[in-house]
């Protein structure tokens, strides 16, 4: 009579959808605050400082796309003679 080997194999409750996939989306958001607690978030004072460079650089942005505008149309005008 010929004895064949019985492997065990044991399927870890992941595959299953049970508590450990549960662990594991915990582990992953207890991750996530755990690092958005060692940022260094900014003062209000830079808040307001940064706040008032952007509107400033949107401004002279602006402003050169405005002229840009107006001279492109200037110069369309004077090639077509109107």
Not at 38 to 60: A, F, N, R, S, V
């Amino acid at each position: 009579m010929v004895q064949t080997a019985v492997s065990k194999t044991v399927v870890p409750c992941s595959s299953q959808g049970g508590p450990a996939k549960y662990t594991k989306k915990m582990n992953i958001f207890r991750n996530i605050v755990t690092e958005l607690k060692k940022t260094k978030w900014p003062t209000w004072k830079q808040i307001g400082i940064l706040t008032i460079y952007t509107l400033i650089i949107c401004g002279i942005i602006t402003l050169l796309i405005l002229g840009l505008d107006l001279g492109l149309y200037k110069i369309r005008d004077w090639f077509l003679n109107v």
